[in-house]
Each structure stands twice: as C-alpha cells, then as structure tokens.
C-alpha cells in the first residue's frame, strides 16, 4: 500500500508542478504599428474619448541648415514615433522650432528645435475626430 501511495503521490506531485509551470508562461502582445498618417494630433487633451497612455515621445530637429527645423516637421517625427508604439493619438506637449541665421553680435548659428507628445491609444478601438 505504501508504494501505490508513494506512486500516487508521485504522479500527483508531477501534475502540480505542470499546471505550476503552465500559470507561470507569460504571453506577451506586440503593439501592431500604424502608419504615421493615420495617428491624429490633439494639442489638448482629448475629453471625447477615453484612452490608454503609452509613453512620451521626443524628436529633435538635425544640425544643417538642411534640415527642417518646423514646429509641423517635428509633429510629422511624433506621430512616426507613436505609431511605432501602437498609438493613435498624440497629445503634443511642446513643439519649438529650431533656428538658424544670423545671432547677436552678427555671428551665425542654429538652435535645434525640440518636441514632445504623450503617445495614446483609444480604449474602445474606436477613432474620434482629432483636434
């Protein structure tokens, strides 16, 4: 009797530490990426809908006299970057453009511009209209 409890016991054990090992496997979900276009801007927080926050995102503008420097060019970097997080929303914290010319005392140079947005996404899966 004890080696067919011992067995029991055993087998018991066994399938215990499975379902254990089973509860503990983690899933996560990869955010699917939407494409720049399709992420809305909102300069205030949006109060038509509810959302969940993803995380902040920044963009800074380049050094050359080149690059685009605009308070829209970095908006455009924004949204690239909360789409890649899921997102689709931004709410835009800040925007400064960049400048370049001439600076006091008739030297040149350039300022970067920065900006930052907190990345959205809507609760529901369903799209408001921006603003």
């Given amino acids: 009797m004890n080696k067919r409890f011992a067995k029991k016991l055993g087998i018991l054990l066994l399938m215990a530490m499975m379902a254990g090992i089973m509860a503990c496997a983690k899933t996560t979900s990869t955010p699917i990426a939407l494409s720049a276009g399709a992420v809305q801007v909102f300069y205030s927080v949006p109060t038509n809908r509810e959302y969940t926050e993803l995380g902040l995102v920044t963009t800074q503008t380049g050094q050359t006299i080149f690059h685009d420097r605009s308070a829209q060019g970095m908006i455009e970097k924004l949204k690239a970057e909360a789409a890649k997080l899921g997102a689709d ?40 209209e921006g603003g």
């Fill in 89 to 128: 929303a931004i709410i835009v914290r800040s925007a400064n453009e960049g400048t370049w010319g001439l600076k006091g005392g008739g030297n040149t140079g350039f300022t970067r511009g920065n900006a930052q947005a907190i990345a959205i996404a809507d609760r529901h899966g369903e799209r408001s």
